[in-house]
């Protein structure tokens, strides 16, 4: 069965500067994309950033990046230059080929000005 | 686009009652699927339809909760009886294809069972 873990329940991080979200995730798919979502309190779910299991860079969109370390099976974010309206939650979440997303619990971030 | 559209935007039933929400994916969109997301957790799938047929069903449980997509566009999930560990906020999200990316994720609904 396919397992998301996120260690920190929340976060906080200074205004402009940098900040990482662990993730690490289990699983015994050899082909399997990772998906970190933002939360904010308005509730929708907003996709920010994918990362396929055989893809040798990591992943970046714009102020995002996925920090991937397939053998350590964790998947990081990593938000540079923070922003007061990233105070969010942030889920990590995994699915292989055919199956459906399993998702992390989240961790809270907040941005202090 | 327009998104994935969810109504009622909150609801607070009293425990035993019914109550039911209403999903429209984004246009084209032949996978739909509903989440529950108890507080402080993360979303968990409730069902998967493809077309308006359905593909997983696994952790919806089925003696309170029911879903419907007629004609695979729109969708209903209904809750009947309602209990007090039903309150959450039920996500829809639909994509292009069954596979893993392109979801897009609604505002979801809400749900306060007293």
């Known amino acids: 069965a396919q397992k998301i873990t996120q260690t920190q329940p929340g976060m906080f991080v200074q205004e402009k500067e940098a900040v990482t979200l662990d993730c690490t995730y289990d699983?015994?798919?050899?082909?399997?994309?990772l998906f970190w979502y933002k939360q904010p309190s308005s509730g929708e779910m907003i996709f920010l950033i994918y990362?396929?299991?055989?893809?040798?860079q990591n992943a970046t969109e714009g102020r995002y990046s996925l920090n991937f370390q397939k053998a350590r099976k964790s998947a990081n974010l990593v938000i540079s230059a923070s922003q007061l309206g990233d105070s969010a939650m942030y889920f990590c979440?995994?699915?292989?080929?055919?199956?459906?997303?399993?998702f992390g619990p989240g961790t809270r971030l907040s941005v202090l000005p | 686009e327009a998104g994935v559209a969810q109504s009622p935007r909150y609801k607070i039933i009293e425990k035993r009652q019914s109550v039911a929400f209403w999903c429209n994916p984004i246009?084209?969109?032949?996978?739909l699927y509903w989440y529950q997301q108890i507080l402080g957790q993360g979303p968990k799938l409730l069902i998967q339809f493809q077309n308006n047929g359905v593909v997983d069903d696994s952790q919806l449980p089925k003696d309170r909760f029911s879903a419907e997509r007629l004609k695979g566009v729109d969708s209903t999930l209904k809750i009947q009886p309602a209990k007090l560990e039903d309150s959450a906020v039920y996500l829809c999200?639909?994509?292009?294809?069954?596979?893993?990316?392109?979801?897009?994720f609604g505002s979801g609904t809400r749900l306060t069972v007293v």
């Open positions: 999200a639909s994509s292009s294809r069954p596979q893993n990316y392109g979801y897009t």
């Open positions: 246009s084209g969109h032949a996978t």
């Open positions: 979440a995994m699915s292989s080929y055919g199956q459906n997303f399993v």
């Open positions: 990362q396929g299991s055989y893809d040798e």
């Open positions: 699983t015994s798919d050899q082909s399997y994309g």
